[in-house]
């Protein structure tokens, strides 16, 4: 079942079930959706990796949001980015752990033989690429300074 497929009976269920916050992220992620297939270039039709980018920067506004409401006490603001949060990371790949990730960079380091903060960009580049859906750029970035130290 395709991610649109997905959508759209989750959809019908949440409006069944009345539960507008669902209603309200699934809504988001189908005009995200057909936002992918009508882009200039595109062919109408989008593929996982397509589909897990711009899941994965949904999930990265609304934790910015989050961020910002709370830094501003806006408590209301705050439950609703979390309540969109929790319905879009049900369609996100499993996130691997701070231990997983810092695993992983430790063994492209060796594989590039990167020793310090110069090669930081090297070493980016394959983490992100290999991490890509697992774990975020950010803790990414955070664990692969922590590493060349």
Do not use: H, W, Y
Not at 71 to 94: N, S, T
């Amino acid at each position: 079942m395709s991610l649109e497929q997905q959508i759209m009976a989750e959809m019908k269920e949440a409006m069944k079930s009345k539960n507008e916050s669902a209603l309200r992220s699934l809504r988001a992620i189908k005009a995200e959706i057909i936002k992918a297939k009508t882009e200039p270039g595109a062919s109408g039709e989008i593929n996982e990796e397509t589909e897990q980018k711009f899941l994965q920067k949904m999930m990265k506004q609304r934790k910015d949001s989050l961020e910002i409401f709370e830094k501003q006490d806006r408590q209301d603001l705050a439950i609703k980015e979390k309540e969109e949060m929790a319905i879009i990371e049900r369609f996100l790949p499993k996130q691997l752990s701070a231990d997983e990730i810092k695993v992983a960079v430790a063994v492209i380091i060796k594989e590039t033989g990167a020793s310090s903060g110069a090669d930081m960009g090297k070493v980016m580049g394959l983490a992100s690429k290999q991490l890509s859906g697992k774990a975020d750029g950010k803790t990414i970035s955070t664990i692969v300074k922590e590493l060349l130290g």
